[in-house]
């Protein structure tokens, strides 16, 4: 989960119903905040219209944030897919645009695996992050493996995705 900036969205201003008019002003400014990549699992897109909007508590459980911009992030189809039904932990997991958010402050990329793994195993807030948008399931690790392949590969780095992800001198810059 790479940091995120959260611009003001002069879009939607007077927009409070979420409808196909909201969804239309708030989708460019959610893209800009996350340059075309999901705003959990840090894929690129090259065709934005692969990524949707996604609320981060859902309006299964919290109806009233339904239109709360700041609730609201880009997802591509697996991440949303994922989190779709989860239930909301009782810790609040990291937001990729909260102020004191930073990847390497809460987590480590292990290249081996594609495993993020978590720095202080004692913060409940970091795992319940890891927990809540599953960024360690099989499909997204193999995904994070790849990259770091392509990366070896090439002996430069990719430009499409997991800007998280820095590999050390060795192994590919």
């Known amino acids: 989960m790479h940091k995120q900036t959260r611009l003001t969205c002069t879009a939607i201003n007077g927009l409070?119903?979420?409808?196909?008019?909201?969804?239309d002003n708030v989708k460019p400014c959610l893209l800009k905040n996350s340059q075309n990549h999901c705003s959990y699992c840090d894929e690129h897109s090259f065709n934005a219209g692969n990524l949707m909007i996604?609320?981060?508590?859902?309006?299964?459980?919290?109806?009233?944030?339904?239109a709360e911009y700041s609730n609201l992030y880009t997802s591509c189809f697996a991440c949303n897919?994922?989190?779709?039904?989860?239930?909301?932990?009782?810790?609040?997991?990291?937001?990729?645009?909260?102020?004191?958010?930073?990847?390497?402050?809460?987590?480590?990329?292990?290249?081996?695996?594609?495993?993020i793994i978590l720095l202080d195993t004692n913060n409940l807030q970091a795992e319940a992050t890891l927990t809540f948008l599953n960024l360690n399931?099989?499909?997204?690790?193999?995904?994070?493996?790849?990259?770091?392949?392509?990366w070896i590969a090439r002996k430069s780095r990719p430009s499409y995705s997991y800007r998280f992800i820095e590999l050390p001198e060795n192994n590919g810059k």
């Open 16 to 23: 409070l119903v979420y409808n196909q008019v909201f969804k």
């Open 54 to 66: 996604e609320h981060f508590k859902s309006v299964k459980f919290f109806p009233e944030l339904e």
């Open 81 to 115: 897919n994922r989190k779709r039904d989860a239930s909301y932990p009782t810790i609040e997991p990291l937001r990729p645009d909260d102020a004191d958010y930073s990847f390497d402050k809460y987590f480590h990329f292990e290249p081996d695996t594609g495993k």
């Open 137 to 150: 399931n099989l499909d997204t690790r193999n995904a994070r493996k790849n990259f770091v392949n392509d």
